[in-house]
């Protein structure tokens, strides 16, 4: 079973450039969110989409956008990379929210 | 929202000994859930424990949401163990899963 899958795994980046983060999820879940954890620290939610069609802001979503796609896919976009980016980033789903959730194996994402 | 504390930040075992990490909330507590993340970096999912006990192996957690502390109990450990376990929760007023700044667990063969 994939459960939840993130693309790509490891990204470098320039300050100003931009890129997405996919991720997928084949366990019929209606929520989906993306986390960054940064070192020594938990994780802090950037954005959720508690249903396909919704999406809210989370902790710290500035410098961010996301697109739920459709019921299995929930894209984070970086217009303009900044340093203060680099991070570790986890996409997770639960059936509903909040609820249980399951994470991707996450992508760490270097800005220089 | 929600402040999680979890206690210790960094625990150091012998293989084969027990131990118990906690998690105290500011408030009181909804949809409680502990993780492992292993030293690769994986997030797995142990509890989802709102209240009460469960157990899982040599796994166990309980949560005591009207005292707004959760406990995970590990017995026997084995260096498998080694990682970071957090716990994370939800507030009364619906926010979001907030998480905890962990515990490090180091098991010694």
């Known amino acids: 079973n994939a459960g939840v899958t993130q693309t790509p795994k490891f990204q470098v980046l320039k300050t100003g450039q931009s890129m997405t983060l996919q991720c997928a999820q084949d366990m019929n879940h209606n929520s989906m969110y993306w986390y960054r954890q940064d070192p020594g620290m938990g994780l802090r939610l950037i954005y959720y989409?508690?249903?396909?069609?919704?999406?809210d802001k989370g902790e710290v979503p500035n410098g961010y956008n996301v697109s739920r796609l459709n019921k299995r896919e929930f894209s984070l976009r970086l217009e303009s990379a900044a340093p203060s980016q680099t991070s570790v980033y986890f996409c997770?789903?639960?059936?509903?929210?909040?609820?249980?959730?399951?994470f991707g194996e996450g992508s760490r994402l270097t800005v220089l | 929202g929600i402040q999680v504390e979890q206690s210790p930040p960094d625990l150091i075992l012998q293989e084969g000994a027990n131990s118990t990490l906690r998690c105290n909330f500011s408030d009181s507590v909804n949809n409680l859930q502990w993780f492992h993340q292993n030293p690769w970096g994986q997030l797995i999912n142990l509890f989802y424990?709102?209240?009460g006990t469960k157990q899982n192996g040599r796994l166990s957690a309980t949560t005591v949401a009207t005292e707004r502390y959760s406990l995970l109990y590990i017995s026997s450990s084995q260096t498998t163990d080694s990682g970071v376990y957090f716990c994370a929760s939800e507030d009364n007023a619906g926010n979001m899963l907030t998480f905890g700044g962990g515990t490090r667990l180091m098991v010694k063969p």
């Open positions: 997770a789903s639960s059936e509903l929210a909040p609820g249980e959730l399951f």
């Open positions: 424990i709102p209240s």
């Open positions: 989409s508690a249903s396909e069609g919704t999406t």
